[in-house]
């Protein structure tokens, strides 16, 4: 169980006025709870969704740059300073493993892998990703073999758009890993635009707006919906776009 929630007026007033506070749904967020074990957070692009990921992950110990929590490399300061102002409450348990996958930095994370697997004396990290390394696998072979061979269990996991690497069989893979470790007492938090994904049973999901974050189920996302819409109806949805 997490929540987080924002610490008022705590900022200078120059800070009000720019990014991250010029975006509506962050400065509109109060609290969020993090109740369940999948819990989703999906909208339109642009409306803040990385940016509050990124804020939350930085608060729970993770490099802003991705990885797990041992990792402490860095490429650019790119974040911004949300998470100084974010509070997160959390139950007492503590997980054992964590993984915050920003699907920008993924790249610099194999990179940082390949160079720590470079030291002289230090057990192969690569064998926890399948063996070889990120580089030489596909962006979803690797992001596969970092579900399925990195991950143990008992986890807070945070993706920023996962499915960016992965074909939609291979999300139904991801779900079935996913059941797995949930069952192992884990614990997700997914930005994402994925119908598939999004359909994790039971699983909270939270629309972005510009008036905040609102719950819903996942037949009423926009996800859902159109994916039907357009699956049942293609060639009249291409003559609305003006195909044809
Ligand atoms: N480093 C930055 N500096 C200034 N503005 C930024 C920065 N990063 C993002 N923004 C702006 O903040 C807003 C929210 O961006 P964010 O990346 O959080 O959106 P998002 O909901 O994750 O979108 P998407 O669905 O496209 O991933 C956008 O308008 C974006 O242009
Ligand atoms: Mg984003």
């Known amino acids: 169980m997490i929540y987080i929630s924002q610490v008022k007026n705590h900022k200078p007033i ?7 506070y010029n975006i509506p749904s962050i400065v509109n967020l109060n609290e969020l709870g993090f109740r369940k074990s999948v819990t989703f957070i999906t ?17 729970a110990g993770f ?4 990885g797990g929590r041992n990792f402490n490399f860095r490429t650019q300061d790119s974040h911004s300073n949300l998470f100084s102002y974010l509070r997160l409450t959390r139950s007492a ?34 064998d926890y990703y399948g063996g070889k390394s990120l580089h030489e696998q596909s962006h979803g072979e690797s992001f596969l073999a ?32 996913m059941k797995k470790l949930v069952d192992k007492n884990s614990q997700f938090i997914i930005s994402t635009h994925s119908p598939f994904l999004l359909a994790y049973p ?7 707006s510009h ?13 859902y919906r159109l994916m039907k819409y357009f699956v049942g ?9 003006g195909f044809y």
């Open 146 to 177: 970092l579900l399925v061979n990195r991950l143990y269990g008992n986890g807070l996991y945070i993706f920023d758009e996962p499915e960016s690497a992965l074909s939609i069989s291979s999300q139904f893979k991801m779900l079935v890993r």
């Open 14 to 20: 120059e800070e009000r006025k720019a990014y991250p």
């Open 93 to 126: 348990y503590r997980e054992k493993d964590g993984f915050f996958l920003r699907a920008e930095s993924f790249y610099n994370f194999a990179s940082n892998l390949d160079e720590l697997d470079a030291e002289p004396g230090l057990p192969p990290i690569k």
């Open 43 to 59: 909208g339109e692009n642009g409306l803040g969704k990385s940016t509050l990921i990124e804020a939350i992950a930085i608060n």
């Open 63 to 66: 490099n802003p740059e991705g």
């Open 211 to 223: 008036t905040g974050f609102e719950l819903v189920d996942y037949e009423s996302t926009e996800q």
């Open 233 to 241: 109806n293609y060639q009249r949805f291409l003559l609305d776009l």
């Open 202 to 208: 039971d699983a909270d999901i939270y629309v972005v």
